[in-house]
DNA sequence: TTCGAATATTCCTTTACAGGAATATTCAAC
DNA sequence: GTTGAATATTCCTGTAAAGGAATATTCGAA
C-alpha cells in the first residue's frame, strides 16, 4: 500500500460540547503507555527521526514505529518527511484540550470548593 | 474475603522525579475508558453512592463497582463508607498532578516555542 | 537499476481488560 | 438469626492491543 503522506488525524470538527468528555478517551489511551509516555517527553526536546526515537529510548525500530503511529491518530504528534527520514514532532493542540478538560475540574483543588467539600462530607444524610 | 475499608491506593511517596512519565501511566490509563471518564465528570457535581452513578450513567451495578475500583486504585477517587452504601468522591491530587505534567509542556503553546517551531521546521539539513 | 539505509507493515502469540451473569459479602431492620 | 438492599467479587468469554520476528516499501546514491 502506497503511503500516504498527509497523515491520519482524526477529524476533530464536529465536536459537540457533551462528546468532550468521551471524545479524550483517545488522547489518554494514547498517554495510557509507558513507551509512548517516553516519546513524548523525548519530543519536548524538538523533532527527532524514528531510528533516533528508537536508539534514545532503547526500542526496537518497529515497536517505535507503531507506538509513532497511535501518538499520530491521537493527534500527539505529526510526521514530516524528508527523503526517507520521518521527523516526528509533538502538536500544541491535544495539551491545549488537555488543559482545557483539566480546567472544568480545577474548582476541585480551590478553597472554595474544599470548604464545601468539608461540608458536604459532614453533611447528616 | 473481608472487604478492608482503608481503601487501595497506591503508595505515591517514593516518586523519583524520572519515574514521573511513566508514573502518570495508570491515571492516563484509568481515565482512557469512556465509562469511567464518565463517572469523572459525574462526580464532578460531587459525591455519590454506587447505585447512583449506576442509575445515573445506565451501567449495571457490577460493572460500575469495577470501574470505581480502577478509579479507586490510581486515586482518582475515594470513598466513605456510610452503612451499607458507599460514598465515591473525586480526589483533587490527581488533577492536580496532570497539571504539573502538563506545566512541562506548556512552552509548546507559547508564542516563543511556535517561533522555534517555525525555525526548525524550515531548518535545512 | 541495483544497493543499503530508514521506516512501515504484516503475522503471530500472549496478555490485559471490559462486559455479562451469577454469586458472595455486608449492613440495618425486623 | 433472617431478610432485603447495597455493593463487591468471581468466573467466563470476547476483543483489543503490545511485543517479536520477518518482510515490504521508499528513497538517495553509486
Redesign the interface.
Known amino acids: 500500500m502506497r503511503r500516504t503522506e498527509e497523515g491520519g488525524r482524526k477529524a476533530d470538527s464536529g465536536l459537540r460540547r457533551n462528546d468532550m468528555?468521551?471524545g479524550?478517551?483517545e488522547l489518554?489511551?494514547a498517554?495510557?503507555?509507558?513507551s509512548r509516555?517516553?516519546i513524548?517527553?523525548l519530543l519536548?526536546e524538538?523533532?527527532l527521526s524514528v531510528g533516533e526515537i528508537a536508539d534514545r529510548l532503547e526500542l526496537r525500530q518497529p515497536q517505535a514505529s507503531k507506538h509513532l503511529k497511535v501518538l499520530q491518530q491521537a493527534g500527539v504528534v505529526e510526521v514530516?518527511a524528508?527523503a526517507n527520514r520521518r521527523h516526528y514532532?509533538?502538536r500544541?493542540e491535544p495539551?491545549?484540550e488537555?488543559?482545557d478538560w483539566?480546567a472544568?475540574?480545577?474548582e476541585?483543588?480551590s478553597d472554595r470548593f474544599d470548604r464545601l467539600?468539608e461540608y458536604?462530607?459532614n453533611m447528616p444524610?
Open positions: 468528555d468521551e479524550h478517551t489518554f489511551s498517554l495510557a503507555e509507558p509516555m517516553r513524548v517527553a519536548r524538538g523533532p514530516q524528508e514532532r509533538l500544541p495539551f491545549r488537555m488543559e483539566l472544568g475540574y480545577r476541585l483543588w467539600d458536604l462530607r444524610d
